[in-house]
T-cell receptor, first 111, second 114 residues
Framework: KQEVTQIPAALSVPEGENLVLNCSFT??????LQWFRQDPGKGLTSLLL?????REQTSGRLNASLDKSSGRSTLYIAASQPGDSATYLC??????????FGKGTRLSVIA | DTGVSQDPRHKITKRGQNVTFRCDPI?????LYWYRQTLGQGPEFLTY????????KSRLLSDRFSAERPKGSFSTLEIQRTEQGDSAMYLC????????????FGDGTRLSIL
């Protein structure tokens, strides 16, 4: 059974800092891993999908890496902004089974 | 692409009442998922459909819960005889079938049981 852990649970940084969010998972037999953002009271917005054959995926100031064999993914946010404040969730996808989520990292970027 | 739409956004009801939520997926997506999320937790899978067929149900889905997708388009999730523990955000997602297809989520229905 897939288990997902996200560290840290919460993070508060000043505006402009670069930061790293960590995701680890127990079952490495995955097709891909998705990173999502969730604003309070809202649904999930897909940020990046990194396929198992890829090592990195980039979108703007976001960069996700995947080390499938060690069961780890990181989300790097460059030059953080107050608008980046949200909860970030990762979810490995094993193909024909539903996504399994971590509890998320709650990020606050202080102006 | 209008995104995944869920209705209602909020539902407040008394314990013991029945409630029904609706999800309209992205039109070309044949997979539809229901998740439940409580405060401070990630979403937990409830059930999913490929077209009109319900392919998997979580053990979280007690016999008070039922989901349908009669024509392979929109889906409904019904909870009968609601309990306090049913209070949560109910999220719907859709995707195309196949590997490496991202799931797209709606804004959810927040259920509060009085």
């Amino acid at each position: 059974k897939q288990e997902v852990t996200q560290i840290p649970a919460a993070l508060s940084v000043p505006e402009g800092e670069n930061l790293v969010l960590n995701c680890s998972f127990t079952d490495s037999a995955i097709y891909n891993l998705q990173w999502f953002r969730q604003d309070p009271g809202k649904g999930l917005t897909s940020l990046l999908l990194i396929q198992s054959s890829q090592r990195e995926q980039t979108s703007g100031r976001l960069n996700a890496s995947l080390d499938k064999s060690s069961g780890r993914s990181t989300l790097y946010i460059a030059a953080s902004q107050p608008g980046d404040s949200a909860t970030y969730l990762c979810a490995p996808d094993s193909g024909n089974t539903p996504l399994v989520f971590g509890k998320g990292t709650r990020l606050s970027v202080i102006a | 692409d209008t995104g995944v739409s869920q209705d209602p956004r909020h539902k407040i009801t008394k314990r013991g009442q029945n409630v029904t939520f609706r999800c309209d997926p992205i039109s070309e997506h044949n997979r539809l998922y229901w998740y439940r999320q409580t405060l401070g937790q990630g979403p937990e899978f409830l059930t999913y459909f490929q077209n009109e067929a319900q392919l998997e149900k979580s053990r979280l889905l007690s016999d008070r819960f039922s989901a349908e997708r009669p024509k392979g388009s929109f889906s409904t999730l019904e909870i009968q005889r609601t309990e306090q523990g049913d209070s949560a955000m109910y999220l719907c997602a859709s995707s195309q079938s196949g590997s490496n297809q991202p799931q797209h989520f709606g804004d959810g229905t927040r259920l509060s049981i009085l």
